[in-house]
């Protein structure tokens, strides 16, 4: 179990147990994620030819090339993983922390963040996540004559995938009654046998169903769908519709 944390506390907490230890384990951690999940690739496929959007918090940029009819910029915080993902040409990957984006305002046609806002260790702070991925997006219209070149709704979605707190079926065995801010494991073996593994302590927030929609309200978000998917909840949102 993690020890509750204060909002003060946040930053240094977060940079000591998960981007420090993504920045040591980022090659083994690259070399264990490669295929693509069912619904991820799907939002991906469906969006029209030449779209632009990002890939927050991309890792090694398994996502980038999914489709290669849009073109995804991808961003890390982790400078070993930006650089893994660098490789997926033509696409982009940058340095970038999820509360401070470097992109420009309502400019983009969709996002996506897999994995990434269980690692902020406050609700502050995630909701200030969703809400800075939301606001890259460009703003919903009521006119639903405005379209896209390849002639769909002028309307920009993200797709959000956190961990779950329902997990009694998996290894983890965690259900709703465990706690949900946990420290989760990632052991590095080492290629010269005589060299003991090392194990490094992850934190997550584990999120119980229904608190990523209610996050996604709170950062100014309107979720379309939502569901259940690999032991986690994900939800396609768009930004609200501003009077």
């Known amino acids: 179990m993690a020890k509750p944390i204060l909002q003060a506390e946040s930053e240094e907490y977060e940079d000591k147990h998960v981007h420090q230890v993504y920045e040591q384990i980022a090659s083994h951690f690259s070399a264990t994620r490669y295929k693509p999940w069912p619904i991820v690739e799907k939002f991906l496929l469906d969006l029209p030819d030449g779209s632009v959007g990002l890939d ?8 980038l090339g999914v489709n290669p009819k849009l073109f995804v910029i991808g961003s890390d915080r982790s400078s070993n993983l930006a650089k893994i993902a660098s490789h997926n040409q033509p696409q982009v990957s940058v340095i970038a922390d999820n509360l401070s984006l470097p992109h420009p305002p309502s400019s983009f046609d969709f996002a996506i963040s897999i994995a990434v806002v269980h690692h902020l260790s406050t609700r502050t702070r995630r909701v ?3 809400s800075a991925i939301l606001e890259t ?3 919903p219209t009521a006119d639903l004559s405005v379209t896209t070149p390849a002639g769909s709704p002028a309307k920009a979605r993200a797709l959000i995938y956190v961990w779950a ?3 009694k079926h998996s290894r983890r065995g965690w ?3 465990d706690e949900q801010d946990v420290m989760v494991p990632w052991v590095t073996k080492h290629q010269d046998s ?6 490094f302590n992850r934190y997550y927030h584990l999120f119980r169903q229904g608190e990523l929609e209610e996050d ?10 939502s569901g259940y998917e ?11 519709l501003e009077p």
Not at 194 to 199: E, G, H, L, P, V
Not at 230 to 240: E, G, L, T
Request: hydrophobic content about 35%; glycine content about 12%; aromatic content about 6%.
């Open 56 to 63: 927050v918090g991309c890792g090694n940029g398994k996502y």
């Open 216 to 225: 996604i309200d709170q950062a100014g978000g309107v979720v379309e769908t």
């Open 194 to 199: 005589n060299r003991a593994s090392t194990m």
């Open 128 to 130: 200030g996540a969703i």
């Open 175 to 177: 259900d709703e009654h």
């Open 165 to 167: 707190l329902e997990q």
């Open 230 to 240: 690999r032991d986690n909840w994900w939800a396609i949102a768009v930004r609200k």
């Open 137 to 139: 997006l460009r703003p």
